[in-house]
């Protein structure tokens, strides 16, 4: 359990430091924090819930063709696992890769927020030790689409757009978040619409269409219960509604503030949602944690007098705290987390 608090107390240490960093500094402490984050998450060992799932997923590509897998479901990760089979690798390899590319969202996305050590800190407990180590494929999606974010808060659509079908090669729901484009459109809104809704087309017709009936068997009708989904849908509702009361008091252009309005709606629209189907629910909504980074990073800038800025960022340090803690004792599966081991022979 102790290198999780390792992880968190990185940034928190930070945090508390104060101290202002080059920008040549930044960049070399950036660079360490994404290739510590890739490796912790990369060269775990037996740890997360679906471990032997990934395993049985890089064997199986052992004796497929190269067009079987890239014509397969989530041709990405299907495709990552195939060249480390051919190269002679393990699923170190592949948790490695994957954890590059999340880290790489996360690191982006932190950057582009005014107090970005802030933002990282909130990420450690679920998006990085959850969904990072417990959730390959859905993590690279993940990643992909925070890089998306920022592009897509710069009034960057196309380039969302990229970063979101990129991210949907790894895990095929992530195409699900391409609509937010056209609702976060700033100009040109009835073309953005058009041209938003047909690259959704598109995407759903080259991941999710012909597998939508096994989807909504599985993840709908089935009725599985997802432990712990209605805490993970109100931790992205408490941010959400802070957005709605403290919008004006959050630096944000005309842009950002489009695209998370509708990012706070609709984790507010993942309350009943979850009710009806708490897996579905609960794996789109992964998608939305990305409004914790972004609410919390501004949160302290809601107040004008320094110390209680300074009081509002050690409230959300210990807010975090609290969810790490409570997830590390509580969570029905956070067993498959404990101990965190590491191999160091790939």
């Not at 395993?55 to 890239?70: C, F, G, P, Y």
């Not at 490695?96 to 909130?122: D, E, K, N, Y």
């Not at 859905?138 to 689409?145: K, N, R, Y």
């Amino acid at each position: 359990m102790l290198p999780y608090w390792l992880f968190f107390l990185i940034p928190a240490g930070v945090i508390f430091a104060n101290q202002r960093l080059t920008e040549r500094s930044q960049v070399w402490a950036w660079a360490l924090i994404w290739l510590f984050f890739s490796l912790a998450i990369g060269l775990r060992f037996q740890v997360g819930g679906d471990w032997d799932a990934y395993i049985r997923i890089l064997e199986s590509q052992a004796v497929k063709s190269l067009w079987e897998v890239v014509a397969g479901g989530d041709p990405g990760y299907y495709l990552l696992n195939w060249l480390v089979v051919q190269a002679g690798g393990s699923i170190y390899w592949v948790n490695t890769a994957c954890g590059m590319i999340v880290m790489a969202g996360v690191v982006r996305f932190a950057r582009s927020q005014p107090l970005p050590w802030l933002a990282l800190l909130v990420a450690v407990p679920y998006l990085i030790i959850v969904v990072g180590m417990g959730y390959t494929r859905q993590s690279a999606a993940l990643g992909f689409l925070l890089i998306g974010l920022v592009s897509l808060g710069n009034g960057k659509m196309a380039w969302f757009v990229f970063w979101v079908m990129l991210g949907a090669t790894f895990h095929k729901s992530a195409v699900l978040m391409l609509p937010v484009a056209a609702l976060a459109s700033t100009s040109n809104r009835v073309w953005s619409l058009l041209w938003v809704g047909l690259m959704s087309l598109v995407g759903g017709y080259l991941f999710v269409f012909d597998s939508a009936e096994r989807l909504w068997t599985h993840y709908v009708e089935a009725d599985y219960q997802s432990q712990g989904g209605l805490i993970r849908v109100l931790m992205n509702v408490v941010p959400a509604l802070l957005f709605f009361v403290f919008q004006r008091y959050l630096r944000l252009s005309e842009a950002e503030r489009r695209l998370w309005f509708w990012m706070s709606l609709l984790a507010l629209v993942c309350i009943p949602l979850v009710v009806i189907s708490s897996t579905a629910t609960d794996r789109v909504a992964l998608y939305l944690i990305p409004i914790q980074m972004f609410v919390f990073a501004r949160l302290p800038y809601v107040v004008s007098d320094p110390r209680h800025r300074a009081l509002v960022t050690f409230g959300v340090v210990g807010y975090y705290a609290l969810v790490q803690a409570v997830w590390l004792f509580f969570a029905g599966h956070s067993y498959a987390w404990l101990p965190y081991r590491i191999v160091l022979a790939v």
